[in-house]
T-cell receptor, first 112, second 114 residues
Framework: GAVVSQHPSWVICKSGTSVKIECRSLDFQATTMFWYRQFPKQSLMLMAT?????????EQGVEKDKFLINHASLTLSTLTVTSAHPEDSSFYICSATEYEQYFGPGTRLTVT | DAKTTQPTSMDCAEGRAANLPCNHS???????VYWYRQIHSQGPQYIIHGLKNNETNEMASLIITEDRKSSTLILPHATLRDTAVYYC???????????????FGQGTRLTINP
């Protein structure tokens, strides 16, 4: 089946720094990938739709200048959390579609 | 906003069938019913989907009522590894598939007890 990977699986960073999270479709090409965020005991919330070769589409309330998305190839999308703050600490999950939408294992970000 | 309503939590004994209900009374004719599950601290896993007819795969069965206003996901022989949050989602399926985003509700926390 389709496999989506994320790197890193967890990261700790200091407040004010930037963190990059990678999402890869390992055995298929994905022109569109999605980025979600999940806080403890809550459901997944879609942050943005990442389109290969074009600008990402952000959901209402998500700051595009804070969460930079780059989809430079058909198998890789990156999410950069800029000037991270403790309230950005969360579980970030990406997904890509091959017939159905498949999710990565998630990246747990802790900002100290 | 999510267009589905699910019970917050359910319990099921190991080895028994787990039946998870979902209400989607405002579903449109071109919307499918999808089920995903999320085991703790992992990404969601696709389970099954359907439009009108009942569906079965190696993981589960999906029963959709004739009026399509509700559905039930059935795990025939639940194991401890089936403990997870189960999400019922309705979505339009049009090409290109990649453009279809998913809207997650709160899901049902299913606990399988030994």
């Amino acid at each position: 089946g389709a496999v989506v990977s994320q790197h890193p699986s967890w990261v700790i960073c200091k407040s004010g720094t930037s963190v990059k999270i990678e999402c890869r479709s390992l055995d298929f090409q994905a022109t569109t990938m999605f980025w979600y965020r999940q806080f403890p005991k809550q459901s997944l919330m879609l942050m943005a739709t990442s389109n290969e070769g074009s600008k990402a589409t952000y959901e209402q309330g998500v700051e595009k200048d804070k969460f930079l998305i780059n989809h430079a190839s058909l198998t890789l999308s990156t999410l950069t959390v800029t000037s991270a703050h403790p309230e950005d600490s969360s579980f970030y999950i990406c997904s890509a579609t091959e017939y159905e939408q498949y999710f990565g294992p998630g990246t747990r970000l802790t900002v100290t | 906003d999510a267009k589905t309503t699910q019970p917050t939590s359910m319990d099921c004994a190991e080895g028994r069938a787990a039946n998870l209900p979902c209400n989607h009374s405002t579903i449109s004719g071109n919307e499918y019913v999808y089920w995903y599950r999320q085991i703790h601290s992992q990404g969601p896993q696709y389970i099954i989907h359907g439009l009108k007819n009942n569906e079965t795969n190696e993981m589960a069965s999906l029963i959709i009522t004739e009026d399509r206003k509700s559905s039930t996901l059935i795990l025939p022989h639940a194991t401890l590894r089936d403990t997870a949050v189960y999400y019922c989602i309705v979505r339009v399926v049009v090409e290109p598939l990649g453009a279809q985003k998913l809207v997650f509700g709160q899901g049902t926390r299913l606990t399988i007890n030994p």
